[in-house]
């Protein structure tokens, strides 16, 4: 990925990032450099906090405005407790490697998500975040024993969780 921009952004767009994840997942985000920067290759939009890519924006499922959403390591960084879906030891490696999640891969989900929220997929047994998705179903809905529920958008090994600027 070729940087196309990087700037720093001012109060008042860190305030809409920061109040946007905090209301979608109750994690309050905290650094003293933002900055947004754009690529030439690849229309994703990430914004680095101290220098980190801890933040991005994800297509909008209704056609609307970009959302900012943590990535990966942004989850990791400030780990969420809402629109959290924890998957189980045999889903782990499907998820990591971008697959979708189905139904019987869910150990536990915040019933709280609505469809086409976007969610943190993370692993039961060190509640490590693998993924970011888009959900299809509500919360109460996403455990069962069939069906694809969770659409995913950016993984553990994928490009942007592997950029370094």
Same mark, same amino acid.
């Given at each position: 990925?070729?940087?196309?921009?990087?700037?720093?952004? !001012?109060?008042?767009?860190? $305030? %809409?990032?920061?109040?946007?994840? =905090?209301? @979608?997942?109750?994690?309050?985000? +905290? /650094?003293?450099?933002?900055?947004?920067?754009?690529?030439?290759?690849?229309?994703?939009?990430?914004?680095?906090?101290?220098?980190?890519?801890?933040?991005?924006?994800?297509?909008?499922?209704?056609?609307?405005?970009?959302?900012?959403?943590?990535?990966?390591?942004?989850?990791? !960084?400030?780990?969420?407790? $809402? %629109?959290?879906?924890?998957?189980? =030891?045999? @889903?782990?490696?499907?998820?990591? +490697? /971008?697959?979708?999640?189905?139904?019987?891969?869910?150990?536990?989900?915040?019933?709280?998500?609505?469809?086409?929220?976007?969610?943190?997929?993370?692993?039961?047994?060190?509640?490590?975040?693998?993924?970011?998705?888009?959900?299809?179903?509500?919360?109460?809905?996403?455990?069962?024993?069939?069906?694809?529920?969770?659409?995913?958008?950016?993984?553990?090994?994928?490009?942007?969780?592997?950029?370094?600027?």
């Amino acid at each position: 990925m070729d940087v196309k921009s990087r700037h720093h952004l !001012r109060s008042d767009a860190i $305030d %809409r990032i920061t109040s946007s994840i =905090a209301d @979608a997942l109750g994690v309050e985000i +905290d /650094g003293d450099s933002f900055e947004q920067v754009e690529f030439t290759d690849s229309d994703t939009e990430l914004v680095l906090v101290d220098g980190d890519p801890l933040v991005t924006y994800f297509p909008a499922h209704d056609g609307g405005d970009p959302e900012p959403f943590l990535t990966v390591n942004g989850a990791n !960084r400030y780990p969420p407790t $809402d %629109r959290v879906v924890t998957v189980d =030891a045999g @889903a782990v490696s499907f998820v990591s +490697d /971008g697959a979708d999640v189905m139904r019987p891969g869910i150990a536990d989900a915040d019933a709280e998500i609505a469809a086409d929220d976007l969610v943190v997929i993370e692993e039961e047994s060190h509640g490590k975040a693998l993924a970011i998705g888009r959900a299809r179903v509500d919360g109460d809905e996403l455990v069962g024993d069939s069906g694809k529920v969770i659409d995913s958008l950016h993984h553990v090994g994928d490009e942007l969780f592997s950029l370094s600027l």
